[in-house]
């Protein structure tokens, strides 16, 4: 049972992917594996975001001008892939969240019991 | 560190290289790094480590894939049906700006009739005054996001300000000089501030990068067809912007040596002939001759 609820869990968050990256963004730019350790770490490390999944969201979110990204200067190793949130992102994410927090509440009632 | 860049080879091998599978592949590598070292950091031998990190990427293919584009109402609605009005902070600087401007310019306009007895330091003030709020407008409408387009950088919105004052300030100025309140020999301000500005002109246009945002940028292509030359062939569109430089330059010394030996009651022909071949160079090199 502890398999399932996990994975039940993990297909929750999952479906949420773009808002949560959405989120991380907002609190400033960030690089693909930044954000992957921020999901991550958020989670308790018990559950991840496939990092497949994350470039399928940048590539996504950049597309539709949610984000938009930008080189870093490193001078040693590779150079990271920055991501920016736009207005448009900020925007959708507002909208999303509320959505969340409405649908979170009808779950709620629906699926816990009161006494 | 070795080994990685080995298997991301080995994961891109049989991709066709466009410029966006290298795009994903670089960024992969940055992340693939700092996934690595921190297995390592773990204890994870740097061998496991690297096999580790590929494998968590997937399959790359399917992430190159096309991306399903959600139902539109209209192909001009942006994809997730988010338009971004303008922040009211910049609808009041905007305003203030405009207020700025057609004050200082009405002022300067009558005080360079002579209508009203303005000192000459006073009316060139109010003209500085007028030209840096309309560049204001447009560095600072540069510089916001729009529903189809990223904000243009700071540094670049700010040359576009530069550039916009500098040659309505040149405007203004011979307008100043023509009209009489300022001295012929002052001639060579305004003609500064006019090479500055085009100079600044042509060199932002010529770095101009592409700012849609790249829903806008599918759709544009999609739905029009770039059927004149400088979209087909921007190397053209820097050359044009290269010979515009050098005419209007050629034009501007003409006219001030022009003036200085002949005088200046045809001075201004020279800055007409330098627009008429300016004309001709452009219709020439947008539509060129088929043979």
Known sequence: MVQDSDAFAADLLRGHTDTIVLGVLRRGESYGFEIYKTIRDATGGAHEIKEATLYATYRRLEKDGLVESFWGDETQGGRRKYYRITDAGRAVYARNVAAWAATRDIIDSLLIERH | MTTIHRLLDEAFAGIEPTPDAQDLKEEMR????????????????????????????????????????????????????????????????????????????????????????????????????????????????????????HPMPQARAGGFYAATSLVIFALGFGALIALGPAPLWTVVFPSIALVLGIALFAFLGATQTNRHKSWALRHSEQYTQQEDRFSQDPAAAARFGIYTLVIIVVAVVAFIVLGFTTGWAWAWLALVAGFLVMMIVLARMLFPPTH
């Open chain 2, 30 to 149: 940055a992340n693939l790094e700092a996934r690595v070292a921190e297995l390592e950091a773990d204890g994870v031998s740097p061998d496991a480590a690297a096999r580790r990190a590929i494998g968590e990427l997937g399959d790359i293919r399917e992430l190159l894939g096309e991306l399903p584009d959600a139902p539109r109402r209209s192909p001009w609605d942006p994809p997730a049906g988010v338009r971004i009005r303008p922040k009211p902070a910049f609808v009041v600087r905007v305003t203030v700006a405009a207020t700025v401007a057609a004050a200082a310019l009405a002022t300067f306009a009558l005080g360079a009739l002579g209508v009203i007895p303005l000192p000459l330091g006073a009316t060139i003030g109010l003209l500085a005054l007028g030209a840096s709020a309309i560049g204001w407008t447009v560095g600072d409408a540069l510089h916001q996001e729009t529903t189809t387009n």
